[in-house]
């Protein structure tokens, strides 16, 4: 299994300029998210999703959409990059089976780390 | 007031040492509890999962208050390898199953 990976590792962007994330799991896995990571900030959640077609808001969507058309992708779009939107984003699935088990493990891509001037 | 808060770091200790993590969640609705390890702005990496009863893992020793919503992580007998920020994650299934972060605690272990 290649677990979680993320595209591209770094990215360098300009403001007002649009671009996606990819994110992607071969473990079968129902739920999937996005977080992004700012110095004392701890990781925040973006978006996450349940499963293919269903999506809701995490504690600080505004400014990125996302889609969940098959269980494997997960993908991030910024729509309008703002130097605000400088961070490292993560990305992480877990099954949504037995609470508490082993299956509630959250496995984590490597990051992507994204700079907006 | 954050929905899952760690004690604010950084912990300096020696070798050897033993150093205790605290957090405290406010939604009584979490269900599943972890702590997570992350190395130098890494990927996150699963430490251990905090059952109701308390568990060891070697070194490391997880507990869990619901009455107080409270966890906590033991590391005992500390190596310069612990260095690393500390996660406390809290998993609300009734919000669609979403996890929290708490904002970490870093650990520094000098010889």
């Known amino acids: 299994n290649a677990g979680v990976t993320q595209t591209p590792k770094f990215q360098v962007l300009k403001t007002g300029q649009s671009m996606t994330l990819q994110c992607a799991q071969d473990?079968?896995?129902?739920?999937m998210s996005w977080y992004r990571q700012d110095p004392g900030m701890g990781l925040r959640l973006i978006h996450y999703?349940?499963?293919?077609?269903?999506?809701d808001q995490g504690e600080v969507p505004n400014g990125y959409n996302v889609s969940r058309s098959t269980t494997e992708d997960f993908p991030l779009r910024l729509l309008s990059a703002a130097p605000s939107q400088t961070s490292v984003y993560f990305c992480?699935?877990?099954?949504?089976?037995?609470?508490?088990?082993?299956?509630?493990?959250?496995?984590f891509g490597p990051g992507t780390r994204l700079t907006v001037l | 007031r954050k929905e899952v808060e760690q004690d604010p770091g950084p912990f300096n200790v020696p070798e050897g040492a033993t150093v205790a993590f605290n957090c405290t969640y406010s939604?009584?609705?979490?269900?599943?509890f972890f702590w997570y390890r992350q190395d130098c702005r890494k990927e996150p990496k699963l430490l251990m999962s905090?059952?109701?009863s308390g568990n060891e893992d070697g070194r490391f020793t997880a507990q869990l208050n619901r009455a107080s919503q409270y966890i906590s992580l033991l590391i005992r007998d500390s190596k310069l390898s612990d260095s690393a920020t500390y996660l406390c994650?809290?998993?609300?299934?009734?919000?669609?199953?979403?996890?929290?972060f708490g904002q970490g605690t870093e650990l520094s272990v000098k010889p």
């Open positions: 992480a699935s877990s099954f949504l089976g037995l609470v508490g088990g082993d299956t509630d493990t959250q496995y």
């Open positions: 473990m079968n896995h129902e739920y």
């Open positions: 999703s349940v499963g293919a077609g269903i999506t």
């Open positions: 939604n009584s609705a979490s269900q599943s």
């Open positions: 905090v059952y109701s």
């Open positions: 994650v809290v998993r609300i299934y009734n919000q669609g199953g979403k996890l929290i």
